[in-house]
């Protein structure tokens, strides 16, 4: 009898906990997609730019400023969209945001940084890779459930040979997990204000 009733207990626990890394791994694997579509976007745009052919879904902000003890900084942001259209209009009704690219500086250190989004505008997956040269580099990878909470974290950082090896987070790189939703969010309602403004 006790044994049946510690199976039952421990069904009652393992069920839900199985259930919810099925949850993980198919936003996981929804992310992975994503992201290569997102990839395959940008080679597209920018194959048209190398044609001379107008870009398409495709939009930049540069922000520049000089901050104290650091010098000039220039925070380069590029918006990858799709278009919502209607049978009945001839121009796009709504605009839905794929990917953002962000390049920056602080100071000497470069900061590549990636924003994918699901097809409800809501966080997917998040890269980084920053670092002052190939034996300094670090790269962070979050991955997000449907409710924005961070559901997997990878660091990786470059050994003397440049070569990325696994790392254990510190507290700057928890730190930058901390911000990412902000940003996300932020860099969203940034492209719907720029692309509510019709011509």
């Not at 920056?104 to 997956?125: A, I, Q």
């Amino acid at each position: 009898m006790k044994k049946l009733v510690a199976v039952a207990l421990l069904l009652c626990f393992a069920l839900p906990m199985m259930a919810q890394n099925k949850k993980e791994e198919a936003r996981v694997q929804l992310a992975r997609e994503k992201y290569a579509e997102g990839l395959a976007n940008i080679a597209a745009v920018k194959q048209y730019e190398a044609d001379d052919i107008p870009a398409v879904n495709y939009t930049t902000v540069v922000r520049k400023q000089n901050w104290a003890g650091a010098g000039q900084m220039v925070d380069k942001m590029e918006f990858y969209y799709n278009e919502i259209e209607d049978d009945m209009e001839p121009y796009p009704i709504g605009y839905t945001l794929v990917m953002v690219r962000r390049t920056h500086n602080v100071g000497s250190t470069d900061h590549f940084e990636e924003f994918v989004y699901d097809d409800e505008g809501r966080p997917l997956f998040w890269f980084s890779r920053y670092g002052s040269d190939k034996d300094n580099m670090t790269e962070l990878r979050g991955y997000y459930d449907y409710n924005g909470k961070l559901i997997r974290s990878i660091c990786k950082k470059s050994d003397p040979n440049g070569e990325m090896k696994t790392c254990e987070l510190d507290e700057d790189m928890e730190y930058a997990f901390s911000t990412v939703f902000d940003h996300f969010i932020a860099l969203n309602a940034a492209f719907q204000a720029i692309y509510s403004v019709n011509p």
